[in-house]
């Protein structure tokens, strides 16, 4: 049995579906902010419990729209070290510098404690990760500390569709939440990205800077510094379509997740990430035991067992990135530890148990030559 390390599932009606409405898109001449757009914000926005939502042309578009609206440029803005490029990019985009922080090793995300030995006096925001889509439960007690000290929360949820802590939705824990539509997600929209938020002025500023700073859509006065960050209403009616399917994904996905953790609960090689957690399972998250060789674990499980690892989240640090050398201030060892030894196992929104199985037994047998080599 092969398993790949994703799986992009569009129905042959959500297809045909898509496909017809692109149809009328093209014939109709609006291929941009149109209705579409409209609508997929709206249903974003009600699926996430969310006052308003602003379709964007990526997740990196909306994260730094957001970081843009709360007027961080010149001040330090905190974002952890094991995320993608694109958060210390954004930062850097809105004219802020990023400062890398250490994360917490059994959520890969901050924490109060984290974070305040990273502040700085010139501290104006924090960014939060919420890495595979795990809210991390102490996400309280850092918004707490936060809110004390003035500085503002923002969430990174590229992964987090429909990922809920305590009743709540990723991108309710901050000012507001970035998303990512890009193809591996669990929803997608080709690509794309949606900021949420409950701020009406941040909605307001968020209309204006992705359509080139312009005052109105039809005019062109320019009263901000913006940039083509508009959807095309193809994407949106993509999105709008996989969107409906959210709840059945993240069903399946749960399920594949259960059977996993029941699986490797009590694990002599392996300690889950999270376990028990309120997650969408974008990604599961798994700990080799020190001393596991990452790649040849991935290469034995593809070659002898067809199981094809995802990605990392994330392989290599931000603070180690030569990119972004110029910023780093010494080491993060909780965060280059995770990097450097965690794998994630396959999650479809439409695997099977199955496959699912196969995984576990793969991962078993594949532990087990790897010990015995030890």
């Known amino acids: 049995m092969q398993v790949p390390a ?15 409405a692109v149809s009328e898109i093209l014939a109709s001449g609006a291929l941009t902010l149109g209705r579409h757009t409209k609508e997929f914000e709206a249903a974003f926005a009600a699926a996430h419990d969310a006052p308003y939502a602003v379709a964007v042309s990526s997740g990196t578009a909306a994260l730094e729209i957001i970081l843009r609206t709360l007027d961080v440029a010149g001040g330090d803005v905190i974002v952890p070290t094991n995320t993608f490029a694109a958060t210390g990019y954004a930062v850097l985009r809105a004219g802020a510098t990023p400062v890398f922080a250490d994360v917490e090793p059994d959520t890969f995300a901050l924490s109060r404690a984290t974070v305040e030995a990273a502040l700085t006096p010139n501290t104006r925001a924090v960014v939060g990760v919420h890495i595979g889509g795990l809210i991390a439960p102490d996400i309280g007690e850092l918004t707490a500390m936060l809110d004390e000290r003035g500085i503002v929360f923002v969430e990174d949820a590229a992964h987090a569709h429909g990922s809920k802590h305590e009743g709540r939705y990723a991108g309710s824990f901050g000012a507001a939440g970035a998303f ?25 500023e968020a209309l204006i800077y992705r359509d080139q700073g312009k005052a109105g859509f039809l005019g062109n006065v320019h009263i901000k510094q913006g940039y083509a960050w508009r959807m095309s209403e ?8 996989h969107l409906r399917h959210l709840p059945e994904f993240l069903a399946v996905r749960r399920r594949v997740a259960a059977r996993y953790d029941a699986a490797l609960a009590g694990s002599e090689g392996f300690d889950v990430v999270g376990a028990g957690s309120v997650s969408n399972y974008y990604k599961y998250l798994l700990m080799p035991q020190p001393g596991i060789d990452r790649a040849r674990l991935k290469k034995e499980l593809k070659e002898r067992h067809g199981v094809s690892l995802s990605g990392e989240v994330y392989e290599a640090p931000l603070h180690q990135q030569p990119v972004f050398e110029s910023y780093a201030r010494g080491g993060l060892p909780v965060a280059e530890d995770l990097c450097a030894r965690h794998v994630c196992l396959p999650v479809h929104s439409d695997m099977t148990d199955e496959e699912a199985d196969h995984v576990i037994a793969a991962l078993a047998a594949t532990y087990q030559t790897l010990a015995l080599d030890r």
């Not at 994703?6 to 017809?20: C, K, P, Q, T, Y």
């Not at 990512?180 to 307001?204: A, C, H, L, N, Q």
């Not at 193809?234 to 379509?241: E, F, I, K, L």
């Open 234 to 241: 193809p994407h949106a009616v993509t999105g709008t379509v």
């Open 6 to 20: 994703a799986r992009i599932v569009f129905s042959a009606d959500d297809r045909a579906e898509i496909a017809g």
């Open 180 to 204: 990512s539509f890009y193809p591996t997600k669990v929803i997608t929209s080709g690509e794309g990205g949606m900021i949420v938020t409950s701020d009406e002025r941040i909605r307001d």
